[in-house]
């Protein structure tokens, strides 16, 4: 029992970056914590500095500090020999996988016809806050993302024409099926379903 709830507590000690225990671990400005390397490399490879857990802004890029307290706790736990018991979250054999996490990957919740990928709930989020990526396309996990694009256009097909009997995407619907029957692929899917075909 105890050991269940210790190897819970050090799962408290995770990176939201690498999904690991948190190593050589540092606060930012707004109190969340980050191994050394994951917000260092996370923030050479973004323009803008801000907190990849609650999103907070911050004008410069602040200096890190190690969190010396949190580090010795981590390590004392670590010395007990447990480990953080898995998630129910990470992806496991045959499960469709975030391509945004490194190092244990969760389950993707979504896939994004717009950016063609996939990701778990936290790399999800920004699809939900930030304004650019609201109109983006979400679908359920799918592994055959290529499939549902235009080969012409790499847009996503979301129309059907009946004319030719084939998915098409927007762009083809204004260009060369302008003049045919088309309808919504969703439509069309609904019909053939309740028609038994």
Known sequence: MAEAQLGELLDEFTCSICLDTLTDPVTIPCG???????????????????????????????????????????????KTGLSA??????????????????GKKFRALKSCLTCMASYCQTHLQPHYEVAALKHHKLVDPDR???????????????????????????????????????VELKMEREGKQVSGV
């Not at 129910?88 to 975030?98: A, F, H, R, S, W």
């Open 32 to 78: 969340h914590n980050f191994c050394l390397k994951c917000i260092t490399d996370y923030w050479d490879h973004s323009q803008e500095f801000f907190c990849p857990q609650c999103r907070q802004n911050f004008r410069t890029r602040p200096a890190l500090q190690r969190n010396t307290l949190l580090n010795e706790v981590i390590e004392k736990l670590k």
């Open 85 to 102: 018991p898995p998630s129910k979250n990470y992806g496991g054999p045959g499960d469709m996988v975030c391509d945004f996490c490194t």
């Open 144 to 182: 055959n993302l290529k499939e549902k694009l235009c080969e012409k256009h790499q847009k996503s097909l979301e129309m059907f024409c009946r004319t030719d009997n084939t998915c098409i995407c927007m762009m083809c619907g204004m260009t060369e099926h302008n003049s045919h029957e088309k």
